[in-house]
Every structure is written in structure tokens, then in C-alpha cells.
């Protein structure tokens, strides 16, 4: 029996903000697979011995209590929950009450300069908002015992800065994972790549940089470059909960579709198993 291990879920595609990076692949008029349909592919995939389930969009808060009754499901099925989110609308008191049912949580900060926030996000309130509101949860979060996990897109508009968003992220909370990753363009946005695509060896070079300076300044630091993206295989769970492989930044259909209960098939589409192993067990996500 094939085991998931880990999955992403893109339980919404929607979200209110519009980043100049965006990599969603949009797809209009599909309807998202109910609360009910939830449960039961979280059923399924618990089955099959899922570890770790990653729940992303779109913007997962916009659905409200509905995502906090499926995180609070999933995390009871002792299955390792983790949610990516801008942060958008998240207050204290949710943050306090998620401790209790979201282990890892992934929000992003790709600038020090919250003018650079109401440009990447196209919308500037809810920008303003939220540059104040991942301060805070970087903040808060001290006083939980969700893994934060930070993530940062370099790309040619921000790779001058990174090194003061590092001594920024420092500041508020040195117990993060800081992960950057190199950009790519993809989805609805992929007609910007020009503007933000790196040059040859820069990734790489901000890379080294940036461990000289930071190692062992934040709980860990991973850099995941272009190829690296590329050639690192994984599965997602599209919103109408049809399984779909990632690699080499195409969704190809595995054929599978969680409501529709058809066997399961055999990942023939995923090239390298064993790499994907290998980041599980980095991770510290298992050990199969
Ligand atoms: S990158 Fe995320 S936050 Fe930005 S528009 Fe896309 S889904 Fe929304």
C-alpha cells in the first residue's frame, strides 16, 4: 500500500489579496468539495497513513470556521497539521485557540518595507493590515507551541533586502524556520517572470551569504533554489479534491479523485520516490 506521507490541500482557491508572485493555477466555476467531502478524503488518506496534511489555498482564512472545524478534524486524526496563510485576519485570541489544534503553521515575508507590501499585494489595505498582522503573529506565537515557519520568495525585486529581513525576522523571533526559496514563475502570474526571475548563480550566491551570517540565529534556515523546486516531487490535493503530482512545476492528474473512492493508483507519474523520502525524513516528517 503506497503511503502519502505528505500532502498539500489547496482548500480554496480564492483569496482577497492579488501578489505579483502568485503561482495559483485558476480554475473558474469548479465548486470546492464540501465540509462533508473533507472528512471523508481526510478518512481515506488517514487509511493510506498519511503523516502530515498542508493545508493551503487561495487564502485558507477566508473560510472562516469552516477551515478551523477541518483543521480541528484533521489534527484529532493525529494526523500532522499544518496550515500556509498570509496571516490575512488572524488575531490573537484564534492564534491562542489554534495552538491547540494546528501544529506547523507557514506565512510569508518577502520585505522589510511595508510600502513594498501594498505594492506585491496590489491591494493596499488589506496590505497595511497585514504587514501589522504577521508582526504579530511572529509575536504571539512565542506563546504557543506551533512550529512557525516563515517563508520568503527571493526574486530580483527583493534580493537587495534579504539580509535585512533577516536580522528583522531575528528581532521578533529567533525560534523560526526561515525558509527561502528561489521564485519561479507559474499560474496566474507567469506572464511576470521577466521582472522577477534570478539571474545565474544569485540564489546561490544570496544562499552562502546568508548562512555566513545567520547560521544557528534562527531554529533552522533552508534554501530550496529553482532546480531544487523543479526536481523535488510532491502531491497536492486540488480544492475539487482531485490528486495531482507537482513535479517539475506541472499538476499532472494522477487519476484520482478523493470523493469518487477509486483505487488508488500507483504514482507512476512520480520520478523520484526516494527523494521525496528524503525530504520527509529532513524534515523530521517520518521515516518510512
Ligand atoms: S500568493 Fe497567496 S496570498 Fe498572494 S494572491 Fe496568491 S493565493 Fe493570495
Known sequence: MP???????????????????????????????????????????????????????????ILGDELHKFLIYVHNKQIHTCLTTTGFRLNREKLMQMDGYVDQMMISFH??????????????????????TVMNILEWCKDTSIIMEVNTV??????????DIGWKLQQINPNIIWRLDEYYGMGLKEHKRNDFELGCGEFESISNE??????RLFRDIHFT???????????????????V??????????????????????????????????VCRDWGWGDL
Open 3 to 61: 503511503s502519502f506521507l505528505s500532502i498539500v490541500y489547496q482548500i480554496t482557491q480564492e483569496c482577497p489579496l492579488d501578489c505579483e508572485i502568485c503561482l495559483r493555477k485558476y480554475t473558474f466555476r469548479e465548486k470546492p468539495i464540501n465540509p462533508e467531502g473533507r472528512r471523508n478524503m481526510v478518512d481515506i488518506l488517514k487509511a493510506r497513513k498519511l503523516g502530515r496534511l498542508n493545508v493551503t489555498g487561495g487564502e485558507p482564512t
Open 245 to 278: 503530482t507537482t513535479f517539475d512545476f506541472r499538476h499532472t492528474s494522477t487519476g484520482f479523485h478523493l470523493l469518487r473512492g477509486a483505487q488508488l493508483p500507483e504514482f507512476k507519474m512520480l520520478r523520484d520516490w526516494s527523494e521525496y523520502k528524503k
Open 154 to 163: 527571493v526574486h530580483r525585486k527583493n534580493i537587495g533586502q534579504i539580509t
Open 210 to 215: 546568508i548562512t555566513g551570517k545567520f547560521d
Open 225 to 243: 533554489s529553482l532546480d531544487q523546486r523543479k526536481t523535488s516531487p510532491g502531491f497536492l490535493i486540488t480544492h475539487k479534491g482531485e490528486l
Open 111 to 132: 520585505s522589510v518595507e511595508p510600502s513594498d507590501w501594498q505594492a506585491m499585494y496590489s491591494h493596499r489595505r488589506f496590505a497595511t493590515e497585514l504587514y501589522e
